[in-house]
């Protein structure tokens, strides 16, 4: 049986895109393109008659113009053939670029055995601990009604900000970000030059995931590798890295060269 692989909907292919979050059951950072009208095309992988899975290509916003695979799925009883039907959705949607999540472990499979050049854009981060960092004199003051950021979280679209004050002067700002699965959202965070080193982020970050779960969602968040101090805010405040944002160029191996047998 030949895999076949047909250009589909985001409709058609959203009971295996279910069955893949159950699987990750974390926050998968790209998840909400698929609602992005133009921004992927989505392909419905079969054998024989049968769907059994799907995979996904970005081609518009930060990948115009570089087809980048970004979701690869099969059922588990199928995944004893993964290569072939990888070799079959990369022959129907001609890619160019992966980028993947980490612990998306069939597509990381992929990536490792058909890129190169693969880099870590982001580290993700999950809530793993609760921390209680004094605020010594902050004030968080929200900046966006709390009647947007309820209608930001139902549509699982935009945020909301907040401002941190010391003394009635701005010291920082940050905010959560919805257009992720449920029931997941994604916190960031500045605080000015002038009033870093002193604790500042570690408790606006702890606050801003104090509100988050209040909300009803589950804070993760995000950032470069190479951003140390970043890093290490984030982990005060109670995140742990669970994952790397990889991209990477595709790389189609050479098809092996059947010999003709001897006569």
């Known amino acids: 049986m030949k895999p076949r692989v047909t250009l589909s909907s ?3 292919i959203l009971t295996f895109r279910t069955r893949h979050r159950e699987e990750m059951n974390c926050q998968i950072v790209h998840d909400s393109i698929h609602r992005r009208e133009g921004w992927t095309l989505s392909y419905l992988l079969q054998l024989d008659d049968a769907a059994v899975g799907f995979g996904s290509v970005a ?3 930060p990948w115009k113009e570089k087809p980048t695979i970004f979701e ?3 059922l588990p009883q199928w995944r004893y053939r993964a290569f072939d039907f990888f070799d079959a959705f990369v022959d129907a949607s001609a890619p160019r670029f992966f980028e993947v999540q980490s612990n998306d472990t069939l ?3 992929m990536l490792h055995s058909h890129g190169r050049d693969v880099i870590s854009e982001k580290i993700v981060f999950a809530d793993r601990h609760l921390t209680r960092h004094p605020g010594n004199g902050a004030v968080l003051r929200a900046t966006t009604s709390e009647a947007e950021i309820r209608t930001c979280l139902e549509q699982r679209q935009g945020g909301g900000e907040w401002e941190l004050e010391i003394g009635g002067v701005s010291a920082g700002k940050g905010g959560i970000m919805f257009h992720y ?7 960031y965070m500045e605080v000015a030059k002038a009033h870093r080193r002193r604790g500042y982020g570690a408790y606006l970050v702890q606050e801003l995931k104090r ?3 209040r909300l009803g969602a589950i804070p993760c968040a995000r950032c ?3 951003n140390i101090a970043s890093r290490q805010t984030l982990q005060s405040a109670g995140f742990v890295p669970f994952a790397h944002i990889l991209l990477g160029v595709l790389e189609r191996p050479p098809k092996p060269i059947l ?3 001897r006569v």
């Open 259 to 261: 010999k003709k047998p």
């Open 72 to 74: 690869f799925y099969l």
């Open 10 to 12: 985001a409709e058609e």
């Open 59 to 61: 081609i518009a916003g």
């Open 181 to 187: 699965n449920r029931p997941y959202a994604d916190l």
């Open 107 to 109: 597509l990381a499979v």
């Open 224 to 226: 470069s590798p190479k």
């Open 211 to 213: 509100i988050c779960y």
